[in-house]
């Protein structure tokens, strides 16, 4: 089973900066086959992110995602008053398609 | 539009079974994969299993097999998970969500079911 890791655990950080997100697996992740999901407080997670860099539709462009094997980052240039969520890496080229556990993105 | 409509919340008792459902709609139903995904409170996602609607196969993580059974019924376009025997650590959020081969991103997700065990 590939576990994925994400640092920091949480993210304080003002609107308007920039925010980056890591996301370390323990093997490499076949053919990017990594996506990020936002969650907000009390809903269901979105997909933000698949093939390690591609924006799911309607996904602002100021969300990217960038890695390759084992090292993965989600970038989110100008944060938004409605950024700050919980955000998820998952692999999904080798099942059990894992999670990882989770990044806090909160107001500072 | 794509949706996918969980059952309401439930409260049970250690030991009592439980389905819940998953109902898609706004797509062949069929020919998507359905993941369950668990959310302990407070905590982080949990891939449990993946089923294909069209011919019911299904594939487990290591850590949920043989704890849940997950099924689905194409002829009304719903999936579902079940327990037969809950205990309090099934507590949780549970979300289906849909992706469109057994290794594609899950592009469209349920609202989610909250299951409570307590005695």
């Known amino acids: 089973e590939i576990v994925l890791t994400q640092s920091p655990g949480t993210l304080s950080l003002s609107p308007g900066e920039r925010a980056t997100l890591s996301c370390r697996a323990s093997?490499?992740?076949?053919?990017?086959?990594l996506a990020w999901y936002q969650q907000k407080a009390g809903q269901a997670p979105r997909l933000l992110i698949y093939?390690?860099?591609r924006r799911a539709t309607g996904v602002p462009d100021r969300f990217s995602g960038s890695g390759s094997g084992t090292d993965f980052t989600l970038t989110i240039s100008r944060l938004g008053p409605e950024d700050f969520a919980v955000y998820y890496c998952q692999q999904y080229g080798s099942s059990p398609y894992t999670f990882g556990q989770g990044t806090k993105l909160d107001i500072k | 539009e794509v949706q996918l409509v969980q059952s309401g919340a439930e409260v049970k008792k250690p030991g009592e079974s439980l389905k819940i459902s998953c109902k898609g709609s706004g797509y062949n139903f069929a020919v998507y994969w359905i993941v369950w995904v668990r959310q302990m409170p407070g905590k982080g996602l949990e891939w449990l299993g993946i089923?294909?609607?069209?011919?019911?196969?299904?594939r487990y993580s290591p850590s949920f097999q043989g704890q849940v059974t997950i099924s689905a019924d194409k002829s009304i376009t719903t999936a579902y998970l079940h327990w037969s025997s809950l205990k309090a650590s099934d507590t949780a959020m549970y979300y289906c969500?849909?992706?469109?081969?057994?290794?594609?991103?899950?592009?469209?997700w349920g609202q989610g079911t909250l299951v409570t065990v307590s005695s």
């Open positions: 093997q490499s992740v076949s053919s990017s086959y």
């Open positions: 089923i294909y609607p069209s011919d019911s196969s299904t």
């Open positions: 093939g390690a860099s």
């Open positions: 969500a849909r992706s469109y081969t057994s290794d594609s991103p899950l592009d469209s």
